[in-house]
């Protein structure tokens, strides 16, 4: 099965052949993601054969004549053409949420803290302020920061999520005076589509089996017609019994054999039997032997497995590469 890995240690090798002023260069233009995923390649690199770094330096070269810029302002084309094609109304919306984040650096700079500091800075506010800032954050690094808070914190912010309908420019502004210089309010006329079910829905599928149960219970304790709701938008690793057979192909090209095989351990076989139909009959042959002959996995290191191809599937979602079935509609994105 083929994996990013090939590329992700080319481009770990061809930052570290720049020299350390290009690389830094480089790495200011990146996200907290990429620049962890890239230290952590460049680090696990300890040497390089000739042919490895002429081979990568070839293919960059042969990318970079092939790239143009089409247009000088990316940001402006695009908020010219939707205008154009939409109307102004139905444009703004959309325009609002494609480059949101633009003029909001100081949450940026909340991405690049470790979970444990943003909880301890956001620990004595309150629960809508903490809500509001959450769902800027990645849904992992927010379902992160609330396991560091208590469970009456966390399930009061989980619902405060769940019914957050966007956030006002002027609420921006609060925020950016009761978090000082950390946050960055806006002077946008309209209001940021940030927040709702489906938000907290994310955030509680990363939060772990344990978490997700007593957190839906106290959200059906207060309205129950919202838990259902959550619970609508939540897809867990179980339900990819419900993607159809090219879904599973798909994500089954995107994730390794070692993490599979520790995922697999914790699943039901109905479950194993949809991954083995759907790959050839030696690979198939060849992970029923790995899952039978590899002895017992901690259950923490199962469901860090299931929650990264998580993360693969909600992808794949977006990109239209797996459809659930039975979702109608409302199609987990």
Not at 82 to 101: P, S, T, V
Not at 178 to 197: F, P
Not at 243 to 265: F, M, N, W
Not at 277 to 293: G, H
Request: cysteine-free; proline content about 2%.
């Amino acid at each position: 099965m083929a994996t990013n890995d090939q590329g992700l240690e080319n481009a770990a090798i061809l930052l570290m052949s720049l020299g350390e002023e290009e690389a830094a260069g480089i790495f200011k233009h990146l996200s907290p993601k990429e620049v962890q995923r890239l230290g952590e390649t460049i680090a696990g690199i300890k040497s390089v054969t000739r042919d490895r770094l002429d081979d990568v330096i070839d293919r960059f070269e042969t990318i970079a004549v092939n790239e143009q810029m089409l247009v000088s302002d990316s940001n402006e084309y695009v908020k010219t053409v939707l205008r154009k094609a939409l109307g102004d109304e139905k444009a703004n919306l959309l325009i609002d949420r494609i480059l949101q984040g633009s003029d909001i650096t100081g949450i940026e700079s909340l991405k690049w803290m470790d979970p444990g500091s943003v909880a301890e800075l956001l620990r004595n506010e309150h629960p809508q302020i903490v809500a509001a800032i959450l769902v800027h954050l990645e849904f992992d690094q927010a379902a992160d920061v609330l396991k560091q808070l208590t469970e009456r914190q966390r399930n009061e912010v989980l619902i405060r999520i769940a019914t957050l309908d966007g956030i006002q420019p002027a609420a921006l502004k609060d925020l950016n005076e009761v978090m000082t210089k950390v946050l960055a309010g806006g002077d946008r006329s309209r209001k940021s589509s940030l927040g709702g079910a489906k938000a907290a829905a994310e955030i509680l599928n990363m939060l772990g089996a344990a978490v997700e149960t007593t957190a839906l219970d106290y959200v059906r304790e207060v309205d129950n017609e919202l838990a259902q709701k959550i619970m609508d938008n939540m897809f867990t690793f179980d339900d990819l019994e419900k993607v159809d057979d090219k879904g599973i192909q798909a994500l089954l090209k995107e994730v390794q054999t070692e993490s599979l095989v520790v995922a697999l351990k914790g699943a039901p076989p109905t479950l194993r039997d949809k991954v083995f139909k759907n790959m050839s009959t030696r690979a198939a042959e060849a992970l029923r032997e790995d899952l039978e002959s590899r002895g017992p996995v901690r259950l923490s290191e199962v469901e860090a497995e299931q929650k990264e191809m998580l993360k693969v599937v909600r992808r794949l979602m977006d990109e239209g590469q797996i459809v659930v079935a039975g979702s109608g509609d409302e199609q987990f994105v």
